[in-house]
């Protein structure tokens, strides 16, 4: 139904746009990893120096565990917040489900900045939560573990990615027909084996989907560390950040970013494939 | 509307989901409240009500120099992602080409991928053409990486359009030209704003990737990063309660529009799905 | 392009002059072919409807016809000129669809007036021609409304007076009526009837609904696997069905399987006298075409035999008969209701009403 002049002229301005912004600047620095940094200078001689220093220095294997282990506890509690969010909206509420989901999404519009900002004031010595528990009389001393801290780094992003990780939970299980849950109460199934073994596989998909999104994004976050993570909360993409900033190494910078390049997208795909065996028509 | 299933377990997963809703809510709560304590921040409770914060913030010609910035780039990068995004959208749509499924992966990449990644090889791009960091490279980052966002949102609204109506267009006479301006926008208007806005909220709160392409003026998130380092004051508690209340404003009027954009779609006049062409 | 039962020689039809010419058609998705090698004529003025299953190839040849769809094979000729090079824009052929697309965002008057638009025509003729068909169709009271305030029967006629407005050579009709219910279906039925007879455009309808069919065409095209069966008259198709497929999609009918030799045909229990070479054959034989024997006897002209009652439908005027006849032979029977019968009756039929049928 449309002509070869109609589908030219609609594919190639965005193919055009894209293979200039995003693939010549992700090639690009591909390529700056293979460079190296001589006497304060980048040169541009070809090498595998680079990754060489990622594998064989356990300080980046060091930060990039405790990285990934950050993401994991944002992504796992995440989930534990969310889905049974997700949950409780899509089978227990009834007239004003749409209005508590709009409730719960509309922090995903507050800036993330805010946010990070609100938890920094909330956790510190001389913050809220602090001041609250010594009204209480709960401590009698600033506890300090509270920020600057992986803990603080995981409460925030867990913040920041709950809503993230409910909304394909929510479409998930509000597109399991009904029927299937009446079905299975009909067959003599309990509420928890009717949610084990029918609500929760039908909801995989969307599982999936969030806790890629949440685990991804934490992954390369650099931003919560610098406001709530201190010395100890420090993560890989604060290392990239400082290599591209005061001390000065882009290709070892850009060999950092190429891996987590390279993690994510092989997560993406570990992710859609594990979709596709676990969805169900 | 779904009618809600007793599973036993209603009072504990309702409470539990308060307590999920609260732990979402307390910290805007706690910043709000606390922009006008005149105590500033921390410490509690909150004693003193002022708005001394918020005229501090309205005579800081700095934060407004910044809200300017961020609404250019973000009205460019509307534009920007807008236009890429229709045409990426229609693409994916409608034509097939060899490289379309790479195509759709690199379109959507940015969505997914830390924005620390989108920005660097950007900033690499940026010096390797000799392109100086000002608010062109940040409005370069923001459009490139918010077409994915525009493509998302309107290839959903191209998938909700009835093609029989084109066909119905083309049936009556109308080229595909006057078919495209008559019939195919008219009735991505409501996704076409909704994109809209959606991208102004993203590019206004947009850190990451501009932190990297950012020459010599602000935008307002960086901003206020800047003044986040040297220490707190709770004038920022005023500035981030301000974009807090904006963007409710906006995201109550996204929301409004999307249900009506639902309401007005074929879908819901013609109880028929749509027919497969089998016969 | 040489005549045969399935595609009579035009004479046959009962309109004017030839308006579309479909030769040597073919339409190829992938490996399957969906349409193989169809060749028809339509008339001007005539009501063909295109009658199939669904996977028959009956919407896809009439997406060849408007233009969403070229021909794999084969030529598509109006008027004198190649039809199927052009795009559907400049074709003088419009289609009323099956959900009928009506554009949400403009009311029922500029729905119709779409046409007119986008062809530049005077305003002043465009609201003449709109008032003139949304007459036709009785919606004169609802220019100003939107199609989802409408029901599904007036957003019908709306579609349909879109397309009429255009005053179009052909009208393509998909499966029109197929949303509608039983009752506003029947009765959009016979609008539709005097509708084309009022204005004598060519209509070329599409439905899987034989009895729509027989009700309202000058002529009808079975279709079947994207061939065409038999193409002619519904009395023509009824009472003498080209194949046996066309015999039972039509109506209900009872298949005799059997052998002719010496010029007798043999179908299991039945057995008379016929004018056929020697060779397997498939009779049909409608229902209603068989009676009870009076007085257990048979004129020359009939054929006898006896059945064990198995099944009684009462039908109001009607009782539909499922009678065993031994050797695993059951006809269905179709006779006046006259109560409720058992056991073993005679029954007969007229020689002639035993039509043979290719398999």
């Known amino acids: 139904m449309y002509s070869r002049t109609y589908k030219s002229l609609v594919s190639i301005p965005p193919l055009l746009w894209v293979g200039v912004f995003l693939l010549l600047p992700y090639t690009l620095m591909f390529a700056h990893s293979l460079w190296a940094v001589r006497d304060g200078v980048m040169v541009h001689q070809w090498n595998w120096d680079n990754y060489k220093t990622l594998f064989s220095n356990p300080l980046y294997a060091e930060v990039l565990l405790r990285t990934m282990r950050i993401a994991g506890s944002v992504t796992v509690c995440s989930l534990l917040l969310g889905y049974p969010l997700a949950y409780y909206l899509a089978f227990q509420v009834g007239a004003r489900k ?81 029927p299937l849950i009446e079905a299975s109460q009909d067959l003599g199934a309990s509420s928890w084996q009717t949610f084990w073994r029918v609500i929760l596989p039908l909801s995989m998909p969307g599982l999936l989907a969030g806790a890629t999104f949440a685990f991804v994004l934490s992954l390369g976050d650099f931003l919560a560390p610098l406001l709530v993570g201190g010395p100890s909360g420090t993560m890989i993409a604060n290392v990239v950040q400082s290599l591209f900033g005061a001390a000065f190494d882009w290709p070892l910078g850009a060999a950092i970013s190429v891996g987590i390049l390279v993690i994510t997208i092989s997560l993406l795909f570990l992710s859609e494939f594990l979709e596709k065996q676990w969805a169900f028509k | 509307m779904k009618a809600p299933l007793s599973t036993g377990r209603s009072s504990l997963l309702a409470i539990y989901a308060a307590f999920v809703f609260a732990f979402i809510y307390l910290p805007i709560v706690v910043l709000v409240v606390y922009s006008f304590n005149r105590d500033g921040v921390g410490g509690f409770p909150p004693r003193h009500f002022t708005l001394d914060w918020y005229s501090q913030l309205f005579a800081d010609s700095s934060i407004w120099d910044s809200v300017l910035n961020s609404l250019v780039v973000a009205g460019a990068s509307i534009v920007l992602a807008l236009t890429l995004g229709l045409l990426a959208a229609l ?189 | 392009m040489s005549a045969s ?169 998909d499966e029109p009526l197929s949303a509608l219910d039983a009752n506003l279906r029947k009765q959009m039925q016979s609008e539709l009837k005097a509708l084309q007879r009022q204005i004598g455009i060519t209509f070329l309808f599409v439905t899987h609904d034989q009895e729509e069919a027989m009700a309202l065409s000058d002529r009808i095209a079975l279709l079947r696997d994207g061939a065409l069966e038999q193409v002619a008259s519904p009395r023509e198709v009824y009472a003498r069905p080209a194949t046996a497929y066309t015999a039972q999609f039509i109506g209900q009918t009872n298949l005799l399987r059997g052998e002719v030799r010496g010029c007798m045909a043999t179908c299991g229990a039945l057995r008379w006298p016929v004018d056929e070479a020697d060779g397997p054959v498939i009779f049909s034989l409608r229902p209603e075409a068989i009676r009870l024997a009076a007085d257990g006897k048979r004129q020359t002209n009939e054929v006898k035999f006896r059945g064990a009652i198995r099944q009684q439908l009462y039908g109001g005027s009607s009782e539909l008969l499922e009678v065993d006849c031994g050797n695993d032979q059951t006809l269905r029977i179709r006779i006046p209701a006259c109560g409720p019968l058992t056991g073993e009756h005679d029954f007969v039929f007229s020689m002639s009403d035993a039509i043979r049928v290719q398999e």
Not at chain 2, 240 to 253: M, Q, Y
Not at chain 3, 103 to 111: E, K, T, Y
Request: charged share 15%; glycine share 8%; hydrophobic share 45%.
């Open chain 1, 98 to 178: 749409e209005l508590q989901y709009q409730l719960v999404v509309v922090p995903l519009w507050v800036s993330y900045l805010v946010r990070g900002y609100a938890w920094k004031t909330i956790l510190g010595s001389d913050g809220v939560l602090n001041g609250f528990l010594q009204y209480l009389h709960l401590t009698h001393e600033p506890v300090g573990f509270f920020l600057y801290s992986p803990f603080a780094v995981v409460l925030m992003l867990t913040h920041i990615y709950t809503p993230f990780v409910f909304l394909p939970i929510y479409a998930a299980l509000e597109h399991i027909p009904r």
């Open chain 3, 5 to 173: 039962p399935a595609n009579p020689p035009l004479q046959n039809s009962a309109k004017g002059a030839l308006l579309l010419e479909l030769r040597n058609v073919g339409k190829r998705f992938g490996a399957t072919d969906v349409l193989k090698n169809i060749s028809l004529n339509i008339a001007s003025g005539e009501f063909l409807t295109l009658l199939g299953e669904s996977g028959s190839g009956k919407t896809t040849l009439l997406r060849l016809i408007a233009g969403f769809e070229r021909p794999s094979s084969g030529e598509i000729w109006m008027g004198g000129r190649r039809l199927d090079c052009q795009p559907p824009y400049k074709r003088p052929v419009n289609t009323v669809f099956q959900n009928y697309a009506l554009f949400p965002h403009l009311n029922a008057r500029d729905n119709v007036a779409y046409g007119l638009r986008v062809k530049s025509t005077p305003a002043s003729e465009i609201t003449g021609r709109v008032e003139e068909a949304l007459s036709m169709v009785k919606m004169r009271g609802f220019a100003a409304s939107r199609p989802s305030q409408l029901s599904g029967g007036q957003q019908q006629r709306i579609a349909l007076a879109r397309t009429l407005v255009n005053h179009p050579q052909l009208l393509l009709l």
């Open chain 2, 91 to 279: 693409a994916l749509d409608r034509a097939s080409f060899p490289g379309k499924a790479l195509f759709r992966r690199l379109v959507l990449l940015p969505l997914i991928l830390p924005g620390i990644i989108t920005g660097l090889s950007l900033l690499m791009f940026a010096k390797y053409a000799d392109l100086p960091l000002s608010l062109w490279t940040v409005f370069l980052g923001h459009g490139t990486a918010l077409i994915s966002v525009a493509t998302t949102e309107l290839f959903a609204g191209l998938q909700k359009l009835d093609r029989a109506q084109e066909e119905a267009s083309l049936d009556l006479g109308a080229t595909p030209w006057q078919t495209f301006w008559r019939i195919t926008l008219p009735n991505l208007k409501l996704s076409l704003i909704a994109a809209g806005l959606l991208i102004f909220t993203l590019s206004m709160d947009e850190i990451a990737v501009t932190f990297f392409l950012i020459g010599r003026d602000n935008t307002l998130p960086l901003e206020i990063w800047g003044r986040l380092r040297r220490g707190i004051t709770p004038e920022i508690n005023a500035v981030s309660t301000l974009i807090f209340a904006v963007s409710l404003g906006l995201i109550v009027s996204w929301y409004h529009l999307r249900s009506r954009s639902l309401g007005a779609q074929p879908g819901s006049y013609s109880n028929n799905l749509r027919t497969r062409r089998t016969s």
